[in-house]
């Protein structure tokens, strides 16, 4: 006989409905998710609560209904029907905005908890197609917004938090208050999409979500956790769809595209960069487009299109100069002389013109060091080791390699960790050198740790 499943019954009696009623919100529920045929009663419902597990994707259903009803996110596993499908269902750029609330709340959950299904979840390698496109279209046929931005507390005290998480992430790295702003989404803005609001004010709270989503997914790409990332980045992409606000799901865009290159599919991160300056529209963000135009730049070197890459870096740079920082939401703060120059660096480095980018490299170095920002000196003092490897000056590279370390140690970011490693691989062809062994023992600490 299996035993009852009291998980089951614990939240239903926290969330206030009865056995019929639970049922109904299922039925209804199962509508939204494109499930009509999903239509239980409250006979249903006693034979869960006596130990019967209902069929895939029955058990989510119920979890989004109780999660709507509580004020929180109770995932499967709260409710004793074992593991979610949250690393399946985060990658789906779901038409329905409820859906797309529950996932995106699932999957910081799941992370706050550190559960081992979404530490192990795969980055997939073509899962940002239909996303980008659905995203595209739906911006192309958005009509423009005339309206001002909707200024409400509750919006606004969101965005003063993804204001003070963005700074974080700066300045000490992704590995730093992640899991803090991942609770943060879960008690406080998921419950504020889940209420029935105004058109203005759910486009205004979309739009903040999409942020403070997009910065998690941020955080855990800085982390080396690929696969977590992407899920949280294409939940942000849709939440900026409903927002309306097509600078932010070009950022976004950035963002996988940057990952798709990083990762070895530098076509598909090159794919991305140019849908998201096809929805960007010429009067929004220059800061975005130059980061877009960079990030094209950075694919287009990886393969072996020397010519468009340049091209990409002159585009990139013409935008920048259209740059009113004051002009611009606060998400592309960061989109500066210290980050694209940097980007700039690994293009020309990638391409093997050492000149180029040491010229970029100390651009991006000079104004990381004004801005305390260790992890993009860190990267960019990187880059610029790599540019006297391939001119041979190994004194000079081992000097810029011991910056590196000494910068990327005060931040927490395996980015910075992954740069120190391709520098070791890159010193390599210099043998038993005592610049090269010496580097090698300094770096082992950071990269052991």
């Not at 990083?262 to 220059?286: C, D, F, M, V």
């Not at 259209?322 to 700039?344: C, K, M, N, S, T």
């Not at 992890?375 to 590196?404: E, I, N």
């Amino acid at each position: 006989m299996k035993p009852a499943n009291t998980r089951l019954a614990h939240w239903l009696m926290r969330s206030g409905l009865s056995n019929k009623e639970l049922a109904r919100r299922a039925t209804r529920a199962a509508q939204t998710w494109g499930q009509p045929h999903i239509t239980p009663n409250a006979s249903a419902v006693r034979r869960w609560l006596a130990g019967d597990e209902p069929r895939q994707p029955t058990p989510e259903i119920i979890a989004d209904v109780i999660s709507a009803e509580v004020g929180y996110r109770v995932t499967t596993y709260d409710l004793g029907f074992g593991e979610s499908r949250t690393a399946e269902r985060s990658l789906v750029y779901n038409r329905s905005f409820t859906a797309t609330v529950e996932a995106v709340a699932d999957l910081g959950r799941a992370d706050v908890e550190r559960r081992k299904f979404m530490a192990a979840a795969p980055f997939a390698a073509v899962a940002a197609v239909g996303p980008s496109r659905d995203w595209l279209l739906s911006t192309l046929d958005q009509e423009p917004n005339t309206g001002g931005r909707v200024r409400l507390e509750d919006v606004t005290a969101v965005r003063n938090m993804f204001g003070e998480f963005q700074k974080m992430d700066v300045l000490q790295g992704g590995g730093s208050g992640r899991l803090i702003l991942a609770e943060y989404m879960n008690q406080h803005v998921f419950p504020l999409l889940r209420r029935a609001n105004t058109e203005s004010v759910r486009r205004a709270l979309c739009e903040a979500a999409a942020e403070q989503t997009y910065l998690l997914g941020w955080m855990a790409y800085d982390s080396g956790e690929h696969g977590t990332a992407q899920r949280y980045l294409i939940q942000s992409l849709r939440l900026a769809e409903e927002s309306k606000n097509s600078a932010l799901g070009a950022h976004v865009l950035a963002g996988m595209a940057d990952q798709s290159t990083l990762l070895g599919n530098p076509e598909e991160g090159r794919r991305l960069a140019q849908a998201g300056r096809a929805g960007l529209g010429k009067r929004t963000s220059p800061a975005c487009l130059a980061d877009l135009w960079a990030l094209e730049a950075r694919a287009l070197s990886k393969l072996g299109d020397r010519t468009g890459a340049e091209r990409a870096v002159v585009q990139s740079e013409t935008a920048a100069e259209r740059v009113r920082p004051e002009e611009e939401q606060e998400w592309a703060a960061f989109i500066d002389v210290a980050y694209l120059h940097g980007e700039h660096a690994n293009t020309f480095r990638d391409m093997g013109e050492g000149k180029a980018a040491e010229q970029h490299a100390r651009r991006s170095i000079d104004h990381a060091r004004r801005q305390k920002r260790a992890r993009r000196g860190a990267m960019s003092q990187a880059a610029l080791a790599a540019s006297f490897l391939q001119r041979k000056d190994l004194d000079a590279a081992y000097s810029a390699g011991l910056r590196t370390l000494t910068l990327s140690k005060q931040v927490k970011s395996t980015r910075c960790v992954e740069a120190v490693q391709d520098l070791q691989r890159r010193m390599e062809p210099f043998g038993n050198n005592r610049l090269v062994a010496d580097f090698n023992e300094r770096a082992r600490e950071l990269v052991a740790a």
